[in-house]
């Protein structure tokens, strides 16, 4: 595993929800990982419970992410470290109410 893999899987593993996205949670630096916020904030995850990685400051990381997750693009959605998937399956998931059951299985 690569120093990048081996930080990725760290991070995933250390946070119950984490968004690799472009920018952070305050200053989403494209649509996608602005949109894939918005919906955890819909889902009534508290902004200081999203821990983010902002794949703009590492290369290393930005690249390595797409390689862990075997996912194409950014952002990407880890709840309780399982991969969830983009902001377009974030957003289906949203729709249909998945997306809640996950952040809050004991709720639903």
């Not at 290393?60 to 862990?68: A, P």
């Not at 952002?75 to 991969?83: A, I, T, V």
Request: hydrophobic fraction near 35%.
């Amino acid at each position: 595993m690569s120093d990048a893999q081996q930080r990725i899987d760290e991070l995933v593993k250390s946070s119950p929800v984490l968004l690799f996205m472009k920018g952070t949670a305050t200053f989403p630096q494209c649509g996608f990982s602005g949109r894939a916020i918005q919906l955890l904030k819909a889902c009534g995850v508290e902004p200081k419970d999203i821990k983010t990685v902002n794949v703009l400051e590492d290369d290393g990381i930005r690249q390595g992410i797409k390689e862990y997750s075997n996912w194409p693009t950014i952002p990407q959605l880890y709840l309780n470290g399982e991969f969830v998937g983009g902001s377009d399956i974030m957003m289906e998931m949203y729709e249909n109410g998945e997306l809640q059951q996950l952040i809050h299985p004991a709720a639903n």
